[in-house]
């Protein structure tokens, strides 16, 4: 059996948070804006004012900003017994799961507007949960993916490059864990097995990635939002997020278990995490010299970690690396491969790849 899941609607372009209030009024009559304080001074008026014209009822919520069971709890809480139809969660990708989780504790619809393309969560309906020094604690799933995902390009330009290039690598990883994935005869974030059509988006969001990154980032250092830009927030957001959730992931996901507990890495952006978990996996891929040489002048060029201290590591202890390696290879993802990995296989490839 396989299955692929998508959002209901995906919408993108530089200004359509200003139609927000329309596309809302197509699934309810009253919502939830989640957002954490930054956010809320950057999209509330916009979204308070097209809610008003389409007449949904709306509410703010302030998200504290982590992403933890105790964050949930206190936001069910504040909403109550008010009803609403729909939570819109605006923001990156910890207040983004967040909201999926709030809205299924509601029962109430969803909706995600991300104001970064540093990761896929808006398009997915899987929620990381971390614990208060940000250490990953738990995979939850939301009902259903999104009803609605609205991307405003206009905003997502304006944001830190740094957060781009995290959502770069958290594209650039999805060709080949899905290649592993279906190669391993693994299961797929829905528990089936992984459609070609998802292998497709995931060879067109390396691709896509590859060609646009470079000239992206050109444009947002010339402050402007071209056909390149455009391109990549695509990939970066809806091809990335269908590619993981129907095609499966592997080695590279499976490396943030254990770069998480090591506390001068557990802040690192998700995307560079998997950037470096991809250098891993292509080391146990026995990928050859080329190779190899060519995927590192992209990490440059496209600012992705190629060391362990690119993603803040101290290298205080000289145990961290077998610890990354240990917790790792215990991870769900790390069988989705095509040959059996050990802790020391891992830690192999770690060593190999600090000593390029």
Do not use: W
């Amino acid at each position: 059996m396989i299955v692929f899941g998508a959002p209901r609607r995906y919408v993108q372009g530089p200004g359509v948070l200003s139609i927000i209030g329309g596309e809302l009024a197509n699934i309810g009559n009253s919502a939830i804006l989640l957002a954490d304080e930054r956010v809320l001074g950057i999209v509330g008026p916009t979204v308070v004012d097209s809610c008003a014209a389409a007449g949904i009822k709306l509410t703010t919520l302030k998200f504290l900003g982590e992403i933890t069971y105790a964050e949930i709890d206190r936001l069910v809480a504040e909403v109550g017994s008010s009803g609403h139809d729909i939570v819109v969660a605006a923001g990156g990708g910890k207040t983004i799961d967040t909201g999926k989780l709030v809205s299924r504790a509601l029962g109430a619809r969803f909706v995600s507007v991300p104001t970064v393309a540093s990761n896929d969560s808006p398009t997915s309906h899987i929620a990381v949960v971390y614990d208060a020094q940000h250490k990953l604690v738990a995979v939850e799933q939301n009902k259903a993916n999104p009803d609605l995902v609205l991307v405003d390009t206009a905003i997502i330009a304006k944001a830190p490059l740094t957060l781009l290039s995290a959502g770069v690598g958290d594209a650039l990883v999805k060709r080949f864990e899905v290649e592993q994935c279906i190669n391993a005869n693994g299961k797929n974030v829905f528990g089936a097995a992984s459609p070609l059509s998802a292998l497709a988006l995931a060879r067109a969001c390396y691709d896509t990635v590859r060609e646009h990154t470079v000239p992206a980032y050109a444009a947002i250092s010339r402050g402007e939002i071209d056909h390149h830009l455009e391109a990549l927030i695509e990939a970066s957001v809806l091809m990335s997020g269908l590619a993981f959730e129907s095609g499966g992931l592997s080695v590279s996901h499976g490396m943030t278990r254990g770069l998480s507990v090591i506390p001068s890495i557990a802040h690192a952006l998700h995307g560079h995490q998997v950037a470096y978990g991809l250098l891993v996996q292509l080391v146990l891929e026995n990928r050859d010299d080329a190779f190899m040489t060519d995927m590192r002048a992209f990490y440059r060029e496209a600012q992705l970690p190629l060391k362990l201290a690119d993603l803040g590591h101290d290298g205080r202890s000289n145990s961290d690396i077998d610890t990354i390696a240990q917790v790792s290879a215990e991870a769900a993802h790390m069988k989705k491969f095509f040959r059996p990995i050990s802790g020391q296989d891992i830690a192999r490839a770690i060593t190999q790849i600090e000593a390029a």
